[in-house]
């Protein structure tokens, strides 16, 4: 059942923290994206939810009255739905869960084919079990990348991490609490779908698959149908679109030609910032280095 609280929360309590670790997640660019923030804002959509971490964020500072939350991301929206309405009964198995975290025969043998076999149809059912088992997979897997082959399957393999913790019961808490809130919706759906109703005075955060910076790197394969340049040339045309609707609309991207070319008029007025992020890139020798990261608004930013 759905319990309603207001929205937002005293901003003396401890920030809630996304309880997945999605791949492009924005935790090391919280500092950034808060500095580049309107200063009102009337709902606040996040199109790309992932793991959400802008609006847990706004949400612990009290800066939250409306939110419409989604992504195309069945496996994921099924999970917040239950985080929000079977929080109990995903307790439980994840309780069940943890004692198989440093098993890598578990991991291959039983939590990924089961993971499989239980296909979601809307991404709206609140399968209790797929939500704990994608949970699982994403703590235990290699890097929290949330990957699937041509038939929809998921092989991330195992990411040797000893016995991690799966879950953290305060935040769970805090975050389904979140979620219950008066004012908060969760869809699954596709970003133009979400933004349909954006009206002037809105905050539209959108934080896309990142355009790669290089042709391996995996950055935009999280879902079957990957992001693709014409998706990003699409989505620019949204961002202006919405800003023309007088919505306040900020992007975050990598720092390549052709997000240069499709933001050109933003970044010629000086709406934007340049952040560093530690990023997982086959292009730096290690795989891993800190490399340049875009924040675009449509609305002029304080000078710094
Ligand atoms: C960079 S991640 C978002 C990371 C998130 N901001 C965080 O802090 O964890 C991009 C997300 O976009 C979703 N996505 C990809 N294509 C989409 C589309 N066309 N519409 C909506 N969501 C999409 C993916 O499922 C993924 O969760």
Redesign the pocket.
């Given at each position: 059942m759905k319990m309603l609280a207001h929205a937002g929360r005293d901003a003396s309590q401890i920030p809630i923290s996304?309880f997945?670790k999605?791949?492009?997640?924005?935790?090391q660019l919280l500092d950034a994206l808060l500095g580049c923030l309107p200063d009102s804002f009337g709902c606040y959509f996040?199109?790309?939810?992932?793991?959400?971490?802008?609006f847990f964020r706004l949400f612990s500072m009290g800066r939250i009255r409306r939110a419409f939350l989604?992504?195309?991301?069945k496996d994921?929206i099924n999970c917040y739905l239950v985080v929000r309405d079977e929080l109990g009964a995903l307790l439980s198995r994840l309780e069940h869960y943890q004692k198989h975290a440093g098993a890598k025969d578990f991991f291959y043998e039983v939590a990924r084919p089961g993971f499989n076999r239980r296909k979601l149809k809307t991404g709206h059912e609140k399968d209790v079990e797929k939500a704990a088992l994608l949970i699982y997979l994403n703590k235990t897997c290699y890097n929290g990348l949330?990957r699937v082959n041509s038939r929809g399957d998921f092989n991330v393999p195992w990411g040797r991490y000893g016995s991690p913790k799966l879950y953290d019961e305060r935040n769970m808490r805090s975050v389904s609490a979140a979620l219950n809130s008066k004012g908060v919706e969760i869809r699954c759906?596709?970003?133009?779908e979400?933004v349909g109703h954006a009206g002037a005075g809105d905050f539209v955060?959108f934080?896309?698959?990142?355009q790669p910076i290089a042709r391996s790197s995996s950055?935009t394969q999280?879902?079957p149908?990957?992001?693709s340049e014409g998706?990003q040339r699409a989505l620019a045309e949204a961002f202006r679109e919405l800003s023309q609707r007088g919505c306040k609309v900020m992007l975050?991207n990598s720092s390549t030609p052709l997000v240069e070319e499709l933001y050109r008029d933003c970044i010629s007025q000086g709406s934007f910032r340049i952040a560093m992020a530690a990023r997982a890139i086959s292009c730096v020798g290690s795989g891993r280095g800190r490399i340049p990261e875009y924040i675009i608004c449509s609305y002029p930013l304080k000078r710094q």
């Open positions: 996304p997945l999605w791949a492009g997640g924005k935790s996040e199109p790309f939810l992932g793991g959400g971490a802008l989604s992504d195309s991301n994921l949330y759906c596709g970003y133009r979400a955060y934080d896309p698959p990142y950055f999280y879902t149908d990957s992001f998706d975050s």
